[in-house]
């Protein structure tokens, strides 16, 4: 296991020797890195995403800053740059995606949006990135809501049930990630998950909003006290201002919530890097 100065050492190399800010405006000025960046900057939550870094492999940290950067080989960098790729030793002419073969094989399209690895028949890859990050979520619930609270969420564990109990007396076919019910008080915080590229982290927070409405609306016309989270995981990492903000309305104090978005984002990197590792092969076994 490397030291926290030998990690630091290494991802001072792989971010050169400017000063963070420094840095970032650099890269913000090149066309390739600049939409790709600049959205990551633009929602990070209050925390420095370099800190994240820290207790992750080089693999994991070279993965996550090439990411940031999108320049990462896919398809459609191998073809932009004119290079072979790595693994076959043949120079890339086409840029389309090796799994689906049917969309551009660009950074977004391998980490979010390529159809074959959403199947089942190609491992539901998105998904499982998605409930391990949402196992997590439910796991630190528990520990940080007092006893009056009841987790519930939509998988087989990581909580005291699943949302579909609560559910079933309402008119809807929906079904948020996670719910966390005061009986008591009669109080629910409800939250939504999604986990996409950072350009398009805003796009679902309002979309995922919106969904809800109706559902919370039900929920509070039978007396509950609703509190409805749309959260966002960045998928290479970042930690949005609406993730911290659910963090901390389970009554995390500053440090505590620190470290958790880093948990956080350190599970979505080790998983995206995995997905990227998979970008041409059809195989997927689930992750432990």
Not at 17 to 25: L, R
Not at 124 to 138: A, F, P, Q, V
Not at 253 to 282: D, N
Request: hydrophobic share 35%; glycine share 6%.
């Amino acid at each position: 296991m490397k030291s926290s100065y030998m990690k630091r050492k290494i991802l001072s190399k792989l971010l050169a020797k400017e000063s963070d800010a420094d840095h970032q405006n650099c890269l913000i000025t090149k066309d390739v890195q600049s939409k790709s960046l600049k959205a990551a900057l633009d929602n990070q939550g209050d925390y420095d995403w370099m800190g994240y870094f820290l207790n992750m492999s080089q693999a994991e940290v070279r993965f996550a800053a090439n990411s940031l950067t999108d320049t990462l080989p896919t398809p459609q960098r191998l073809v932009q740059w004119k290079v072979s790729d790595f693994r076959s030793g043949s120079h890339l002419v086409n840029d389309t995606c090796q799994l689906c073969h049917k969309e551009r094989g660009t950074l977004g399209h391998i980490l979010g949006y390529c159809e074959v690895a959403l199947s089942k028949e190609g491992g539901s890859r998105y998904t499982w990135r998605h409930n391990k990050i949402l196992s997590n979520i439910s796991q630190y619930a528990m520990e940080e809501l007092d006893e009056k609270w009841t987790i519930l969420n939509d998988l087989s564990q990581g909580g005291d049930g699943n949302v579909r109990n609560l559910l079933s007396s309402f008119n809807t076919a929906q079904r948020p990630d996670f719910i966390a019910v005061n009986t008591e008080e009669k109080s629910l915080i409800v939250m939504e998950l999604t986990v996409p590229m950072e350009t398009q982290i805003e796009h679902w927070h309002t979309t995922k909003t919106n969904k809800y409405a109706d559902l919370v609306r039900q929920f509070e016309e039978v007396g509950y006290q609703v509190e409805f989270f749309a959260v966002e995981i960045g998928c290479r990492g970042l930690i949005p201002k609406s993730a911290v903000t659910f963090i901390r309305r389970l009554g995390s104090g500053k440090k505590r919530t620190r470290r958790f978005a880093a948990q956080l984002s350190q599970i979505a990197i080790k998983c995206s890097l995995r997905i990227f590792q998979s970008r041409s092969s059809k195989t997927w076994e689930v992750g432990s």
